[in-house]
């Protein structure tokens, strides 16, 4: 259940009694954006994030009976450098598991882990040109990233479409927070990266943010300045960007 709505910039914020709750909701309105798209284009791409986070959206997005798979193309927003391509923290395969091969896409394009990391980032930037995203379906990084833009690295105008860089302490910290790590020491230093300015032209952004764990940088995208220390405070001048959150990602607003 939808506990409140309101605005911050053009951005709407909606608070949801609970995890599942968040995550149908913003399946329902990505259901019904992509049905809305379909009867305008043959097909359409979207860029997926991959964390714990977005556990309760995937599942009931992946479970929804309404959507032509077959029309659309997957992609996905970031990867971790040199991880073994079978590593199950590989955002990759988290996604593969998560709904990839749940359900009956028209393609996927990996980000791959192993490659050399520029060859990569010229590879998957010629896939994003290839097929233009419609719709990204993103979270909210505790230190307000988003995809693998930390504060040190984000650049609201950068002129990369996807960029290797290095992952600061408050970013892996959190992939320990989020069990996918036993400690800071096995968290990679370097990941591949969609840019912001990449994801934020995606005409339709869903965020889904739970977790008490994330409720200072919900405040900070919310409240704060428009700002690279915050990446995802962007979110605010977006034309067509919803944020979902639960009552504890929520609870400093």
Not at 87 to 107: E, T, Y
Not at 123 to 139: H, N, S
Not at 140 to 147: D, F, Q, R, T, V
Not at 155 to 165: H, M, R
Request: aromatic share 8%; with cysteine; proline share 7%.
């Amino acid at each position: 259940m939808m506990l409140r709505t309101f605005m911050a910039g053009k951005l709407p914020v909606r608070i949801y009694d609970s995890r599942k709750s968040m995550g149908e909701a913003a399946a329902a309105d990505v259901a019904a954006c992509i049905q809305k798209l379909l009867t305008e284009k043959a097909e359409i791409s979207m860029i997926f994030a991959a964390a714990p986070s977005q556990n309760e959206f995937l599942e009931a997005l992946a479970a929804r009976p309404d959507i032509e798979w077959k029309r659309i193309h997957a992609l996905h927003m970031d990867e971790y450098v040199g991880l073994p391509a079978d590593a199950p923290q590989g955002f990759g395969n988290f996604l593969r598991k998560a709904i990839f091969d749940k359900v009956p896409f028209a393609s996927v394009d990996y980000i791959g882990t192993g490659a050399d990391p520029d060859e990569t980032c010229r590879r998957y930037a010629d896939i994003l040109q290839a097929k233009p995203a419609d719709i990204v379906c993103m979270g909210i990084g505790e230190n307000g990233h988003i995809a693998f833009n930390d504060p040190h690295v984000a650049d609201f105008n950068d002129p990369l479409p996807v960029k290797k860089v290095a992952l600061d302490e408050t970013c892996r910290l959190q992939q320990v927070h989020d069990g996918c790590f036993r400690s800071i020491d096995e968290v990679p230093r370097y990941a591949i990266t969609l840019t912001i300015p990449t994801m934020i032209r995606v005409k339709h952004i869903f965020c889904i943010v739970p977790a008490p764990t994330k409720a200072k940088a919900v405040q900070e995208t919310v409240c704060g300045p428009v700002s690279e220390k915050c990446p995802a405070s962007i979110l605010r001048t977006h034309e067509n960007a919803i944020l979902y959150t639960d009552t504890d990602s929520a609870a400093l607003l």
